[in-house]
Nanobody, 121 residues
Framework: QVHLVESGGGLVQPGGSLRLSCVVT????????MAWYRQVPGKQRELVAD???????TYSSYTEGRFTIARDNAKSTVYLRMDALKPEDTAVYYC???????????????WGQGTQVTVSS
């Protein structure tokens, strides 16, 4: 069974930085396209950034160059580095994985339990 476990959230002052990590167990990490989403109470979960199996990345416009997504296949881990954090970045951040191969095999989506990020002075 595939599990995603996030860590690295917490309380940070405006302008500060955090690095979130998501470890994937029970699956073949290298076939998973990975993503980070976030959600605040009363709103839909929204995409923050994603990284495909080849390392190609996309970011939502509101990250404004402040966030960096990366993956380490040897550690089955995806990261989200967040700099210049703003109060509006406060949310629960979720890790997401979708497996696929060129032969048409698919699996997922898989979700982690979320990690709280609070940006406040």
């Amino acid at each position: 069974q595939v599990h995603l476990v996030e860590s690295g959230g917490g309380l940070v002052q405006p302008g500060g930085s955090l690095r979130l990590s998501c470890v994937v167990t029970g699956g073949i990490f290298r076939i998973y396209a990975m993503a980070w989403y976030r959600q605040v109470p009363g709103k839909q979960r929204e995409l923050v950034a994603d990284i495909d199996t080849a390392g190609g990345v996309t970011y939502s416009s509101y990250t404004e160059g402040r966030f960096t997504i990366a993956r380490d296949n040897a550690k089955s881990t995806v990261y989200l580095r967040m700099d210049a954090l703003k109060p509006e970045d406060t949310a629960v951040y979720y890790c997401n994985g979708n497996g696929y191969t060129s032969g048409g095999y698919t699996e997922g989506p898989y979700w982690g339990q979320g990690t709280q990020v609070t940006v406040s002075s």
